[in-house]
């Protein structure tokens, strides 16, 4: 029974937290005390929290050092630019409609070649698996830079390394090399970005308070001893996996269909390495930490601004401060003992109440 409690307790607060905000930010933007700068953050914001958690999943969770969630990103990202052009050259252009479609579509496409990739990959660990995961992402990431993709009314043209495609006037690039995806009809709002937090919470809950995340977890604190009792380690860390990797997928569609035009280079290692950073410091296997730490991490840089060059150094001593705060044993243990020292005061005032 305490168990679920805590359980109820831990995805209500994350729950909680996530619709307050978005009630709170959005009658903010309505009535245009957010400001434009602010606004403009919204959606991005939300597409690194997707990102963040589905991090937390592999990292936190499983126990698997990931840094190529950036790399699904991207898949994501190109796959609803893809999705996207076709829709509108065949007139399907309601924005909702498109943007679901695309979700769906770089989700589908991140989890699969997470699948895929998860078949080599997860037969390392540690750092070998960090550095396998690092490199995917910038093949990624080289890859695509390469790429040129435009339509018309003969269909698809692709061409890689150079641009050879011979375009009919009705047709339109929508990858051109270096220069990533143009011309993109932006789609993303606020709305649908704290849908897709929402989801994610709810999968990402699901799976950890379940028998596989439970086997999940179970691999991860000791991986031959989860082994011997029946657990398929294996299958386990895929389902993990591949779920980190949809979820980074579903928030690269979110942001590519947020800008008219984006490269491939947005999404390189710096970014992973952020991901992680958000994750880390809002605390493994902490959702609701997660959440806070990169809203916070991803305004602080724009509500430091004015400070100039000293921006980033502020910026720095603050991720230092906090990373120091959130792992001393000191602290934790002071703020349990504060905790236990309240519920014992509730307690013992409620039985002297009830006696």
């Not at 190529?68 to 609803?80: I, P």
């Not at 989890?111 to 078949?119: A, D, N, P, R, V």
């Not at 093949?139 to 003969?154: A, E, F, K, Q, T």
């Not at 044993?329 to 519920?343: D, E, F, H, S, V």
Request: aromatic share 8%; with cysteine; glycine share 10%.
């Amino acid at each position: 029974m305490k168990r679920k409690l805590s359980i109820n307790r831990n995805s209500a607060v994350s729950y909680s937290i996530v619709i307050v905000l978005f009630i709170v930010l959005s009658i903010m933007s309505a009535s245009g005390l957010l400001g434009r700068k602010y606004s403009s953050l919204l959606v991005p914001v939300c597409c690194y929290i997707v990102a963040a958690i589905g991090l937390n999943m592999n990292v936190g969770i499983s126990g698997e050092l990931n840094l190529g969630q950036a790399g699904f990103m991207s898949l994501g990202a190109f796959t609803a630019v893809i999705i996207a052009g076709v829709l509108n050259f065949h007139g399907i252009t309601a924005p909702a409609l498109v943007l679901l479609i695309c979700i769906i579509c770089g989700t589908l496409v991140a989890g699969f070649l997470g699948w895929l990739m998860s078949i080599p990959v997860l037969k390392l660990e540690g750092d070998y698996l960090a550095i396998v995961t690092l490199a995917f992402g910038q093949i990624i990431v080289n890859i695509i830079n390469n790429v040129y993709l435009g339509i018309d009314g003969n269909g698809l043209h692709f061409s890689f390394v150079n641009n050879t495609i011979q375009m009919q006037p009705d047709g339109s690039m929508m990858i051109s090399g270096p220069m990533g995806a143009t011309g993109v009809k932006t789609a993303s709002n606020f709305t649908a970005g704290f849908l897709l937090v929402l989801i994610s919470l709810i999968v990402v809950y699901h799976i950890m308070y379940s028998r596989n995340g439970r086997a999940i977890m179970a691999c991860r604190d000791n991986r031959i001893a989860a082994s011997t009792v029946g657990i398929n380690a294996v299958a386990e860390k895929t389902l993990a996996f591949v779920v980190s990797a949809a979820l980074g997928g579903a928030a690269g569609a979110l942001y590519g269909m947020n800008y008219s035009s984006f490269a491939a280079t947005k999404f390189d290692f710096n970014l992973s390495i952020l991901i992680l950073v958000y994750v880390v410091l809002g605390g493994l296997g902490n959702m609701t930490g997660t959440i806070i730490a990169t809203t916070l991490l991803v305004v602080l840089p724009e509500m430091l601004r004015f400070l100039s060059i000293y921006r980033m150094l502020i910026y720095a001593v603050v991720l230092i401060v906090i990373m120091i705060v959130t792992n001393n044993q000191t602290i934790r243990m002071k703020i349990k003992t504060l905790r236990k020292g309240k519920a014992g005061n509730g307690s013992g005032k409620g039985a002297s109440v009830n006696g």
